[in-house]
């Protein structure tokens, strides 16, 4: 898994000496950009209520963050870019079929969630179309994430039932780990449409995997190589304030560790988890977006698949709100 990760800036030709690292960092700049992103995710509107049910992110991206010492390990970056520094935080949680049953779903999904940051880079080449992206992630698993609060008083809200097998969650343990991906516009119909590729990895203590996939937009919005999505008030261009658009994304991952089906690296004590043979390696993911915008503001509902996660599992979808604001 390394060496997938490795590859992925190999690919797009980046040197590891210190004389090519100097010439990357001379010819970079930091965007001005400063952005806040928050997106809501829950398969209730499906009424499935199962798997992967709840999450949350919030992102913060700001030309402050360039000064954290984290970016000094988050690898080069193709000479020219354009780089934005971020803070993301994640919060998921999973549950089995039945939340009902008071005891453990013996082959069925372990309870699990975590809380962490992405502490991120992204360097954007806009004349090379290419994008690369290398984060550290921090964080926790287990209880202290507070998964069965947050689910409970959530269904309470909803008149949903109240799950009661969080008890029997993955326990504590620590989330570390690295990730890339690699962006490159494959073909471009002006402004109206684009077809990226990307390749991604991921190698810590919560998930290790590899990954390649495709994204269709289609409609009138910031093209993926100008920035992030808006644009800060200065960097605003008349035919760039209103957005309007669908997006198609296609994932497949091959999967080397996921923490919430099979517990943490360091913590063995768990009352249940899945055994490695149980967790299916090839996963596929799909999904769909609709976009709006208006200025700095962009607003996104989406609806995501995936297919079986472990042995005897079912596929899964829920859906996500997003919204994007530049500042």
């Known amino acids: 898994m390394m060496r997938c990760l490795c590859g992925l800036l190999l ?5 590891s000496s210190g004389a090519q690292a100097q010439l990357l960092r001379d010819s970079t700049q930091v965007s001005a950009d400063r952005l806040l992103d928050y997106s809501f995710a829950n398969d209730a509107f499906l009424r499935t209520d199962y798997y992967y049910t709840q ?5 913060l991206v700001s030309p402050a963050l360039q000064h954290s010492p984290v970016n000094r390990i988050l690898g080069p970056v193709p000479a020219g870019s354009t780089l934005h520094h971020g803070i993301r935080l994640h919060y998921d949680g999973f549950t089995p079929l039945r939340i009902q049953d008071p005891f453990i779903r013996v082959g069925d999904r372990p309870y699990a969630s975590y809380i962490y940051a992405d502490l991120l880079r992204v360097a954007t080449h806009t004349s090379r179309h290419l994008r690369v992206t290398t984060a550290l992630n921090v964080g926790i698993l287990g209880p202290a994430a507070g998964a069965k609060g947050f689910q409970t008083k959530f269904h309470e809200l909803l008149g949903a039932p109240t799950p009661r097998g969080w008890d029997y969650q993955v326990q504590t343990d620590v989330v570390l780990g690295y990730e890339a991906q690699v962006e490159k516009q494959l073909l471009a119909l002006g402004r109206v449409a684009e077809l990226n590729g990307s390749a991604s990895a991921s190698l810590g203590t919560l998930q290790t995997y590899a990954a390649a996939g495709t994204t269709l937009r289609v409609g009138w919005r910031q093209l993926t190589f100008e920035g992030l999505g808006v644009a800060g008030r200065a960097a605003r ?3 760039g304030r209103v957005q309007a658009y669908g997006q198609a994304q296609v994932e497949g991952r091959l999967v080397g ?14 009352p249940y988890v899945l055994p490695a043979s149980a967790v299916s390696r090839a996963v596929a993911q799909s999904t769909g977006t609709l976009g709006l915008g208006y200025a700095g503001v962009r607003v996104e509902t989406a609806l995501t698949w995936i297919s079986p996660e ?5 596929t899964h979808r829920w859906t996500t709100i997003n919204i994007r604001v530049a500042f």
């Open 257 to 270: 560790y996921n923490a919430t089906l099979q517990g943490g690296l360091f913590n063995r004590r768990n």
């Open 55 to 59: 999450g949350m992110t919030l992102l």
């Open 310 to 314: 472990f042995t005897g599992s079912r």
């Open 237 to 239: 261009r008349p035919h």
């Open 11 to 15: 690919l797009i030709g980046l040197g």
